[in-house]
């Protein structure tokens, strides 16, 4: 009987040994740097957990001394000491040592770390609920501008397709549009958001920025080997803020200038003669993607919203009521709740959406917003 | 072993003629009660009942992410869940916990027979349960809780429901109820003190309290101002944190954390004084460096008040800023050094027992100093930087709340349940408590150091896949742990209801005055005329 326990536990602890090995594979450090200021940043965590481990160590090693030699059941007599001046100083004086030696590589570090001068590109990356928007400010690709959300499919998030997540190595970390930059140039990153405070977060790149509505702040980096980083949204910014991924591609010199150049070719393409004449059946279609990009995650593509937290659009009195309105809300949002203003959608979007909305669900107006009326009302 | 005589405890010894010992009987003598005792049972079993609503929030977060995917709830409940989870721990439960320590205990270690202002504890004490009324109330608001994080940051605060408003009431009641506690516990400690008990003679627990409710009187006003603020542009017009109309959401941070980081402190020193009452009555040895204890402590203190921007490396300020707050920061680690090594020189060389306040205590130390060193990684901003709102942040402060602050209470109430009932909790069932919650806390959050380190952002309700197996791990040591608390439950009624009748100083090494001058229980009304202290 009790061998038979102590086989159960040898067999236990043998599994649990055979389970760390593969759990080796699994991170147990910061991500490989792939910056050199993200190696300095990864140095100088190692430098400061081994001292940490030492100094643990060492402590500890005098307090289990003392709790397996120092106590009562080995006859272990108290001792009535109870202060020590030499050695109360050297224990005072001794950590301050170590941390100044600990402060001098951290402020070199910090002081290049925000050196965010003589940046070869720089890409204004705006946080909005829930999706980041990069518009390429300066350098080659300037004027590049597009929106990047989520790319998962909202099945394999919800359970409905768990065996596609399985196989999705990159789930919640894929979006449709990826910030592409080349390599070798310093990358000088402005964060700003549009509603609540984002962060911009790309670990292997060794940036994390807040995006601050209102404000702009900056950070940089310079990768040195071509490749896809992936990050995400840092700082809470409200029910979606787990699904605002940041995935930087980093290209080649040569491939990079084909890029800028297809997303030139793409723009250009994609721009709309601002007086065509939409029909209805087209403002719907083009509408339903813009709703399912910027209004789906609250109002919910049923158009039922959320009871209580998020108004249904589908019967609502303000999408069946007078279009002026309904354009005023979409423009200014609604102060104090999740609303915001949706004004940096171009006008063709607006009057997509907006006539999507009046035309779904229970709602049928049989109205067709014009983009110039989007345009009158800004 | 009979008390120690001194004309002090005439009310113990001859009870039966002796109307100080009467007591008000029924729902009045909780309701309108103004004795210390009272009051001290009622702040520890209030948090109590928060600590199990806070927990069992913190088993639905665990649940959700026990895989990636969403399964159980929606992100906005999940949001809300990891708000109110800290709101609750920080303000209904770690805090109320230690000042029903400070109640029951502060009046009988210095010799006074209650605290100074008695009615004014009363209003502290029910001040607390509309404040947990609105907070767990805030679940039901149209749209549910504010999924705000517990910093309550801007603009997403004045973006929320209207939860949101209850919440920041629940907030202003709750800073009243500090206030008070705080003015009678700091008019106790300056004024009511027995003669000869100089104040460098005091416990250290006393002085822990002492410096906690300066603490709590210079910050608690701010954390006000900061919500009422947040208040005023959620339903005035005010612009405060909103950039459109002047204001600054990075200021809300500011004023914010200027409260937040004393406030860490205000939970941590209150467990450090408890700790420094455990060590040195288990090591039968007095406190080591008891002097350099308070102004280590003093230190602590007044550093808190200049370090608050670490907590905001990546909100962007000016390099020479965040340069100074570095090295105002790791400047911390010296004092908390000087205490970790005082506790170890209190147990060195002394005859050491392993009742259940002494592994508490133990414990304490030994992953307090880990969570301290945690601190240390986090103060070096390039690496802070990286670690910054990730799973690392939230291994560490666990660390120092739960394993620190919460283990020093568990280490309390089982040194101090004799006094306080009369009776002996089961050592065999305390050594298994504490067994329990040592290894499952370090399952829960130990690998949460390796989630944040690869990038696991926190306040999250799904990740991607290469977090999955230390998840996995994290909620499975969050369940037992949870369930270990209610073996702590059952220890305490057992106690309570049938535990063996405790001798006056259970404890060979307790020394000060509830030990060596009371009976246990404690009576009713002690130190009516205050005792001698030579």
């Known amino acids: ?378 | 072993m009979e008390a120690v005589n001194t004309h002090a405890d005439h009310g113990h010894h001859d009870r039966g003629h002796d109307d100080h010992d009467h007591k008000p009987t029924g729902l009045k003598r909780w309701l309108m009660s103004t004795n210390h005792k009272d009051i001290g049972t009622m702040y520890l079993w209030f948090s109590f009942f928060m600590f199990i609503v806070g927990g069992i929030m913190a088993l639905v977060i665990r649940s959700e992410l026990f895989q990636p995917g969403l399964q159980i709830v929606k992100p906005e409940f999940f949001n809300s869940m990891t708000t109110y989870h800290g709101l609750i721990m920080v303000f209904g439960a770690i805090m109320p916990a230690f000042v029903g320590f400070a109640n029951w205990l502060i009046p009988m270690q210095i010799g006074a027979a209650d605290m100074a202002f008695p009615r004014m504890n009363n209003l502290s004490f029910w001040l607390l349960p509309p404040a947990a009324f609105l907070l767990i109330g805030a679940q039901f608001a149209p749209g549910g809780g504010a999924g705000v994080g517990w910093t309550l940051y801007a603009p997403l605060s004045t973006q929320a429901g209207p939860a949101m408003d209850l919440t920041i009431f629940a907030i202003h009641i709750l800073g009243m109820s500090s206030i008070m506690g705080s003015i009678n516990i700091i008019t106790t400690l300056l004024n009511m003190r027995a003669p000869g008990m100089a104040l460098m003679k005091m416990p250290m627990f006393c002085w822990t309290w002492l410096i906690t409710a300066y603490l709590l009187v210079a910050v608690m006003p701010v954390l006000a101002g900061a919500v009422t603020m947040t208040l005023t542009d959620r339903h005035f017009g005010t612009h405060f944190f909103n950039a459109a109309g002047g204001g600054d959401p990075v200021l809300y941070q500011h004023i914010f954390w200027f409260f937040g980081h004393p406030e860490v402190y205000i939970i941590a020193i209150p467990a450090f004084g408890v700790v420094s009452q455990v060590i040195p009555a288990f090591s039968r040895k007095p406190l080591f460096g008891y002097a350099s204890m308070v102004y280590a402590t003093a230190s602590i203190a007044i550093l808190s008040f200049m370090v608050w921007a670490h907590h905001m490396y990546t909100a962007g300020m000016p390099v020479q800023a965040q340069l100074y707050f570095m090295y105002a920061t790791v400047l911390i680690a010296v004092p908390t050094g000087v205490k970790v090594f005082n506790w170890v020189a209190t147990m060195w060389r002394g005859s050491l027992t392993f009742e259940t306040p002494m592994l508490f205590a133990i414990g304490f130390l030994f992953l307090f100093t880990l969570g301290g060193f945690t601190g240390l990684v986090l103060s070096i901003t390039p690496v802070d930087v990286q670690l910054h709102d990730t799973y690392y942040v939230v291994a560490h402060f666990h660390y120092v709340m739960v394993a620190g602050a919460l283990f020093s209470a568990f280490a309390g109430i089982y040194f101090w349940l004799p006094k306080w009932t009369g009776r002996m909790y089961d050592e065999k069932l305390g050594r298994i408590h504490f067994w329990l919650s040592l290894v499952f806390f370090n399952l829960t959050f130990f690998v949460q150091h390796f989630l944040g380190l690869a990038g696991m952002p926190r306040r999250i309700p799904d990740y991607a896949l290469q977090f999955a197996e230390f998840n996995a791990i994290s909620s499975v040591g969050a369940f037992g742990f949870g369930f270990s608390q209610l073996l702590f439950l059952y220890i305490v009624i057992k106690t309570i209801t049938s535990g063996e009748k405790a001798p006056d100083r259970p404890w060979e090494g307790a020394d000060s005055l509830e030990w060596t001058h009371l009976p246990s229980p404690a009576p009713f009304h002690s130190f009516v005329e205050p005792p001698v202290i030579k």
């Open chain 1, 1 to 378: 009987m009790r061998n038979l326990g102590v086989n159960k536990w040898i067999f236990a602890v043998a599994s649990l040994l055979s389970s760390v090995a593969a759990w080796a594979e699994y991170n147990l450090n910061l991500q490989t740097p792939h910056t050199l200021l993200g190696q300095k940043i990864y140095d100088l965590h190692t430098i400061v957990t081994i001292i940490c481990v030492i100094i643990f160590v060492g402590v500890f090693g005098f307090m289990f001394y003392a709790v397996f030699h120092h106590r009562k059941s080995v006859g272990h007599k108290a001792a009535q000491f109870h202060e020590n001046t030499a050695v109360e100083v050297a224990w005072t004086l001794i950590p301050f040592v170590i941390l100044i030696a600990l402060a001098i590589p951290a402020t070199g570090t910090l002081i290049t770390m925000r050196d965010t001068t003589e940046a070869d590109i720089t890409i204004k990356a705006t946080g909005y609920q829930w999706k980041w928007g990069y518009d390429y400010l300066k350098g080659e690709g300037a004027s590049i501008s597009f929106y990047s959300t989520l790319s998962t499919p909202r099945a394999q998030i919800d359970g409905d397709d768990v065996a596609g997540r399985q196989a999705n190595p990159h789930y919640l970390l894929e979006t449709d549009n990826n910030v592409v930059v080349p390599v070798g140039k310093k990358i000088r990153i402005l964060t700003t958001a549009a509603d609540v405070i984002h962060a911009w977060y790309v670990p292997a790149l060794s940036v994390k920025q807040d995006a601050v509505p209102g404000f702009i702040r900056d950070t940089w980096f310079k990768a040195e080997q071509p490749g896809i980083y992936r990050g995400q949204c840092a700082e809470l910014c409200g029910k979606q803020h787990g699904f605002m991924p940041i995935v930087v591609e980093v290209m080649t010199a040569e491939k990079y200038t084909a890029w800028v150049a297809s997303q030139q070719t793409k723009a250009v393409a994609a721009k709309v003669d601002p007086d065509k004449n939409w029909t209805l059946a087209e403002l719907k279609t083009q509408g339903e993607k813009v709703f399912g990009q910027n209004c789906a995650a609250c109002h919910q593509a049923t158009g039922m919203g959320v009871p209580g937290a998020f108004p249904a659009l589908s019967g609502s009195k303000v999408v069946n009521g007078p279009q002026q309105d309904q354009i005023k809300l979409l423009l200014n949002g609604k102060q104090g709740t999740a609303m915001n203003s949706f004004k940096h959608l171009s006008d063709v979007e607006l009057a997509s959406v907006i006539t999507y909305t009046r035309n779904s669900w229970s709602n049928h107006t049989g109205e067709a917003i014009s983009s110039a009326s989007i345009k009158a009302q800004r």
